[in-house]
């Protein structure tokens, strides 16, 4: 028997994980768990707390609850644009109008859509939990960290993803920012490859640069420290070392061939994405 559990609030909804841990199931939308668990002993669904639905510009950062939905956050113009963008181009408008980015993120694909654009923004994810006398306890988990491979993320039985927390700075001023996803058709069909990029340039001067490929490998790739070398060049000293900054980003690159595409092919665009936007 399924026993299905129906929270009115955040903090029932932690006191029922906190009790039941890996034998629950979280449901918001349902578009990626439902596929993965055909069946559950128990399932706390989400999707009705408006604790979770809120999205926000406190300080330094923008949240967005976990349970907004993709076909929400497209219509909010706090939220990026280049991830606004990036949503448009997910699966259907049936499954934007359910599916959320926190249950991107929780997949842990490395086709997932969101990621790289939220891997250069150095986006955090925050988790709750009930304390012993129930109150809610948070962890701060960059998306580096949380992600830890295909379907493998750092989220204890106790937990729920509560929101996606993204530094205001990682958008605001830059004055290039890039997303691009390949893949049979526009939408309705998972990346081959994906690309993110983003960057501030000011008298003539590079002082901020983020990449993040998606499918290149078991999680997004992205190397802060082969950015730390472009940052502070000049654009004409930018286009004189771009050969070299390619061959580096060639090299940490590990596609995979499938039935979705080649390794050749994930490679060489990876790499043409990586040329027109480096400019």
Same mark, same amino acid.
């Given at each position: 028997?399924?026993?299905?559990y129906?929270?009115?609030? $955040?903090? +029932? ?15 918001m ?14 399932i706390?669904?989400?999707?009705s707390?408006?604790e979770?639905?809120?999205? +926000?510009?406190d #300080? ?38 359910v ?9 842990a ?11 250069a ?9 009930? #304390? %012993? ?11 580096e ?6 379907r ?12 996606? %927390? ?19 058709r ?8 994906s690309?993110? #990029? ?22 997004? $790739?992205?190397?802060k ?5 472009i ?6 000293? $930018?286009?004189?070392?771009?050969s070299e900054?390619i061959?580096e980003?060639?090299?940490? $690159? ?7 595409s ?18």
């Open positions: 028997m399924v026993n299905a129906y929270p009115e609030s $955040l903090a +029932e909804a932690l006191s029922v994980k906190k009790e039941k841990q890996n034998d629950a199931v979280l449901v939308g349902g578009s990626d768990v439902m596929v993965i668990h055909k069946t559950a002993e128990n706390i669904y989400l999707s707390l408006a979770l639905k809120t999205v +926000e510009e #300080g330094d950062f923008l949240s967005i609850g976990a349970g907004c939905t993709y076909a929400e956050l497209i219509e909010d113009e706090r939220v990026p644009k280049v991830l606004r963008d990036t949503m448009r181009e997910i699966a259907s408008p049936a499954i934007r109008n599916g959320t980015v926190a249950g991107n993120v929780c997949n694909s490395p086709a997932g859509d969101t990621l790289p654009v939220l891997y923004m150095d986006a955090v994810v925050v988790v709750s939990s009930a #304390g %012993e006398n129930g109150e809610v306890i948070e962890r701060r988990i960059p998306i960290d949380f992600i830890l491979g295909i493998k993320i750092d989220l204890h039985p106790d937990e729920i993803v509560t929101r996606i %927390e993204i530094p205001q700075a990682s958008y605001k001023g830059m004055t290039k920012l890039s997303h691009t996803k390949v893949g049979a526009k939408a309705e069909a998972i990346a081959k490859l690309f993110a #990029g983003i960057c501030k340039v000011q008298d003539d001067k590079i002082l901020d640069i983020r990449i993040a490929f998606g499918s290149v490998g078991i999680t997004v $790739l992205r190397r420290d082969i950015e730390e070398k940052v502070g060049l000049s654009v004409s000293e $930018l286009s004189d070392k771009k900054i061959s980003y060639d090299a940490v $690159l590990h596609p995979i061939s499938d039935q979705r080649s390794e050749i092919y994930r490679r060489k665009v990876c790499l043409n994405l990586l040329d027109e936007f480096l400019g």
